[in-house]
Nanobody, 127 residues
Framework: QVRLVESGGGLVQSGGSLRLSCVVS????????LGWFRQAPGRQEREFVV?????????LYADSAKGRFTISRDNAKNTVYLQMDSLKPEDTAVYYC???????????????????WGQGTQVTVSS
C-alpha cells in the first residue's frame, strides 16, 4: 500500500506562488506514476493538473498548468513537489496527489485510474 501526505497549501494573492509537497511512503516500488489533481469548490470531479512517470521522470501537464506549474521530485526525501507560480483565482481548489499503481496507461490523466490518494491540501487564491 502507498501512503501519500500533502502539505503546503494556503491563502495567496493572485499572481503569487505556492509549493505543495507530497510525501510518499509504503510500497513505493509499486508506483508507476504520481499525479496532482485538484477539486474546485462545488465541483464533483477531480481535475487533472500534472503527472510524472515514476521510472523515467517524464511529465504531462494539463493546459491550465503549462508554463505556470512545475512538478519535481526529491528521491532522498521521498517527496514530490508542485511549484505553482502566477496563481489565479480559478486555481482555488483542494489539491491532491495520487499514485498510479496499475500502470494501465502511460502518464494517464484520468483520476479513476489512480488508486492511492492523499488527504488533500487547500489552495485559495484571492483576487
Amino acid at each position: 500500500q502507498v501512503r501519500l501526505v500533502e502539505s503546503g497549501g494556503g491563502l495567496v494573492q493572485s499572481g503569487g506562488s505556492l509549493r505543495l509537497s507530497c510525501v510518499v511512503s509504503g510500497r513505493r516500488r509499486s508506483i508507476y506514476a504520481l499525479g496532482w489533481f485538484r477539486q474546485a469548490p462545488g465541483r464533483q470531479e477531480r481535475e487533472f493538473v500534472v503527472v510524472m512517470s515514476w521510472g523515467d521522470g517524464d511529465t504531462l501537464y494539463a493546459d491550465s498548468a503549462k508554463g505556470r506549474f512545475t512538478i519535481s521530485r526529491d528521491n532522498a526525501k521521498n517527496t514530490v513537489y508542485l511549484q505553482m507560480d502566477s496563481l489565479k483565482p480559478e486555481d482555488t481548489a483542494v489539491y491532491y496527489c495520487a499514485a498510479d499503481t496499475t500502470g494501465s496507461y502511460y502518464l494517464d490523466s484520468s483520476a479513476r485510474l489512480y488508486g492511492s490518494w492523499g488527504q488533500g491540501t487547500q489552495v485559495t487564491v484571492s483576487s
